[in-house]
């Protein structure tokens, strides 16, 4: 069995444990009365249970685990084996980071825990992930940067762990949408992980794409009156934004021992995910600019912009969907055409210019609504 069929095997394996365990978690949450309930932030109507991520991190653990004891058992000529010496460490001290996250997500989901003991576990998180030698140790010339020092590249790596978890979870706005953009995310890295021989971290990518794809199912189509939809809640955005962001530090990572190893790969790795990063550092700079707690919620962020607009959820969801994809292809087709700081520049420029568009575009819908009444 081949390294492709082992990853396709990973997939449709906790494709099954997600659509196995989604149902059961909808009857747990309707019988204990586990809601997500409306307020004047959220967008959506009626009680919908929250606790979609509690199968994400179990169908992930899961399929990993049966993988690497089926290649123990079998042997590398049957069941080739997706993790290799090197990579013990970093999944030993990934999957305990990713435990003591999840924990944290469901305790805040069932109870509640505030933004400053969530910072804490997901510093301490990222400290374990640095800790076997997962940090960005070379930014490729952006800014004229290349190799980091590790008094530099570890500190900036943690902030990177966090910033990125965090992003993904903020952008959880809508149906579909963090899901959404996760899951284009990682099949980018599935095809990438696998073209550079790195099996572990495609598995982590496949298997994890395995998961989300009944919950997006239940999140985008599930019929709320009959019980049949669920959101991700904090447990599930959480910890796939911890798997994001260790993909996205692998990937680009300098190592000299990768085979095939992409050139310019932070472009690449970040590329995936620029739509909830750079909506996150434009929220975050909109209420410094007016004297807000950057910690406090509201309804700034790109999706709310488009409900603005008149666009239905599903209609947002699939426009923001496209418009990540389209960063992403534009950056992988230019990347060997143009340098690396006029790449980021362009990414820049094309959201801020999407960004002031929709502003000003807001702005007439309402001047307009408020001269016709």
Request: charged residues 15%.
């Amino acid at each position: 069995m081949g390294y492709i069929l082992v990853l396709l095997l990973s997939f449709f394996i906790s494709l099954g444990f997600s659509i196995f365990i989604i149902p059961r978690i909808l009857l747990i949450s309707f019988k204990k009365h586990l809601f997500d309930i409306p307020d004047e932030r959220k967008v959506h109507q009626g009680i919908i249970p929250r606790l979609g991520g509690v199968s994400f991190f179990p169908a992930v653990v899961f399929t990993l685990s049966l993988m690497i004891g089926l290649s123990r058992i079998y042997g590398e000529d049957v069941f080739p084996s997706i993790i290799c010496g090197s990579d013990t460490a970093v999944l030993s001290f990934g999957l305990s980071s990713l435990l003591l996250l999840y924990l944290t997500g469901i305790t805040d989901d069932l109870i509640g825990v505030r933004y400053r003991q969530k910072f804490i576990v997901q510093i301490f998180c990222a400290i374990l992930l640095v800790a076997p030698g997962l940090w960005i140790n070379n930014l490729y010339g952006i800014f004229g940067i290349y190799e980091l020092p590790a008094w530099v590249g570890i500190p900036f790596t943690v902030f990177t762990i966090v910033f990125i978890t965090n992003a993904i979870n903020l952008i959880d706005g809508i149906d579909g949408l963090a899901s959404g953009l996760s899951a284009i995310a990682l099949l980018f890295f599935t095809i990438l992980f696998s073209y550079q021989r790195e099996w572990i971290y495609a598995a982590l990518s496949i298997v994890t794409l395995g998961t989300l794809i009944p919950f997006f199912y239940y999140n985008v189509f599930g019929n709320p009156d009959r019980g049949r939809k669920i959101f991700m809640g904090d447990t599930g955005s959480l910890t796939i934004g911890l798997i994001l962001s260790v993909l996205a530090i692998r990937f680009s990572m300098y190592d000299a021992t990768v085979l095939h190893k992409i050139p310019d790969a932070i472009v690449i790795a970040f590329s995936v995910l620029i739509t909830p990063v750079f909506d996150v550092v434009r929220v975050i700079l909109h209420r410094a600019r007016f004297h807000k707690n950057i910690f406090s919620p509201d309804k700034n962020h790109i999706h709310h912009k488009f409900l603005a607009l008149g666009f239905s959820h599903r209609a947002a969801m699939i426009t923001i969907l496209l418009i990540s994809s389209g960063f992403a292809a534009m950056n992988l087709l230019l990347l060997t055409h143009i340098n690396i700081n006029i790449l980021l520049f362009l990414d820049i420029f094309i959201w801020t210019t999407m960004q002031l568009y929709l502003t000003r575009r807001i702005n007439r819908l309402n001047a307009s609504k408020a001269k016709n009444k």
